[in-house]
């Protein structure tokens, strides 16, 4: 079949690999002309793995372009993918759908044939209307089905997640466009993946309570770390504990710094908008966002306490900088809230990240990046592990104790034993895991 992808950001670049991969041919188109220029030399904007092997091995096959002329992609595509970014509107928090009805106007002056437009960026209850709206008005002679399917991959394990999902969600009531969608899908609805079918507006609503729910469960075992700490349990055993029953689950219950990423936090923001103005206000999530708010600053009270009260003049060693590993994005990362947090208490920050430094550098001033964990906590008054990338997990922690100025360790991951880490000497403190009460 013939794709076009409209956004060769995470979503549209993730997407349209795997659709290659699967022997659709796909091209992606980008206003951003340097985007497409550095795409066509081989060069992947973004980290994430197995994207760039994926993408090179599509493109010499011929079943991947890249491109800035949509009228070009369009002309012989059976479906268009509208896969642009729904960035927080400055001010209200509203999802800002200014690209996503300029990609409309352009796939309405570009239409030729049947088209099914798919809108993959997450986009509030009604977009979809509106989108079939502008096509429509702008070419009330052209024939098309404007159809809604969320994206639900990961960073970090984005090309397993979107080649191994849990579900397609598809909302259309177009007969049609259900066909061209199922043999879209076919090689992974082949792989047993389930394809539901629902309203338009019912698909774009469950994007949002997906990501919402996840906040939620996340949000919900941290504050029961919050609990352990005070009463002497350990979050991990409650959430072994709680995750065993069927309906609960065991995903998405580690407790740490508080949720960060360009989805949750934006998408939260965003339901909460959607259901004020209709009437219906999301307490839970108003309730989750103002609480994952405050947790990234009572991280550094954390790390703060750890050092006896005051990090005035102190140096701080901090592993990990991105908001999970095996990414280099730094969007709403909840290091930034804690080192500002730190610096604003009089500390001076030396950080390591195998990845995202380069992000870092625009979000965060003053601090010292470092090549390595050693390089991190050398001479430090404390480290603090913000995000678990699995190259910290097995460190020399022999060495990290010899090169420290003071062995504390605040471990926002939960990524070391306490018996191992007070054996070895360390004054060391986690996330829901003290073992007396305080
Ligand atoms: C999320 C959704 O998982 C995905 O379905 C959607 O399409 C986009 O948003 P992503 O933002 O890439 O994906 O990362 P995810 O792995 O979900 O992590 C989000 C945040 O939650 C990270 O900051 C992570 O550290 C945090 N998290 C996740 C926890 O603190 N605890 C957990 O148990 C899981």
């Not at 091209?27 to 197995?50: H, Q, R, S």
């Not at 070391?416 to 070895?424: I, P, Q, V």
């Amino acid at each position: 079949m013939q794709v076009a992808m409209i956004g060769a950001g995470y979503v549209g670049l993730v997407s349209g690999a795997c659709f290659s991969d699967f022997g659709h041919r796909v091209t992606c188109v980008d206003t951003d002309t340097a985007k497409i220029a550095a795409l066509k030399a081989g060069d992947i904007p973004i980290f994430e793995p197995g994207l760039s092997e994926l993408v090179a091995t599509n493109v010499a096959a011929e079943r991947l372009f890249f491109t800035t002329d949509l009228a070009g992609a369009l002309e012989e595509a059976e479906a268009v993918f509208i896969a642009v970014g729904t960035p927080s509107r400055r001010g209200d928090g509203h999802a800002d759908l200014s690209y996503v009805y300029q990609a409309a106007r352009d796939i309405a002056r570009a239409i030729r044939r049947y088209t099914v437009v798919v809108t993959k960026s997450t986009v509030p209850v009604g977009t979809g209307d509106e989108v079939e709206r502008i096509i429509r008005e702008l070419r009330p002679d052209a024939e098309f089905a404007v159809v809604s399917n969320p994206e639900f991959l990961r960073e970090g394990a984005a090309i397993t997640d979107f080649k191994r999902p849990d579900r397609i969600v598809v909302g259309t009531e177009d007969e049609r466009a259900k066909q061209v969608m199922t043999d879209l899908y076919r090689p992974l609805y082949l792989n047993q993946a389930p394809l539901l079918f629902t309203s338009r507006r019912t698909a774009e609503l469950t994007k949002y309570a997906a990501n919402a729910f996840l906040a939620t469960k996340i949000t919900f075992i941290n504050e029961i770390a919050d609990l352990c700490e005070k009463v002497g349990g350990n979050v991990q055993d409650v959430a072994r504990g709680i995750g065993l029953d069927n309906r609960i689950g065991s995903k998405f219950l580690h407790a740490g710094p508080g949720y960060g990423g360009s989805c949750f936090p934006k998408d939260t923001l965003a339901l909460i908008k959607t259901a004020q103005d209709h009437g219906a206000p999301t307490r839970i999530v108003e309730t989750v966002v103002a609480v994952n708010d405050q947790r990234k600053r009572a991280m550094a009270r954390k790390v703060i306490q750890a050092l006896g009260g005051s990090v005035r003049g102190r140096t701080v060693g901090i592993l990990g900088l991105t908001f999970k590993p095996n990414t280099d994005d730094m969007r709403d990362a909840p290091s930034i809230a804690i080192i500002t947090a730190l610096q604003d208490a009089g500390a001076i920050v030396r950080a390591h990240d195998p990845e995202g430094v380069e992000q870092a550098r625009l979000v965060l001033s003053d601090v010292t990046y470092v090549d390595s964990p050693y390089e991190a906590a050398t001479g430090a008054d404390a480290l603090v592990i913000v995000t678990e990338w699995d190259a910290f997990r097995a460190l020399d922690l022999k060495r990290i104790r010899a090169l420290m100025g003071q062995p504390v360790v605040v471990d926002l991951r939960n990524i070391y034993r306490s018996d191992e880490m007070a054996a070895l000497g360390f004054d060391y403190s986690s996330v829901g895991r003290e073992l007396s009460p305080g």
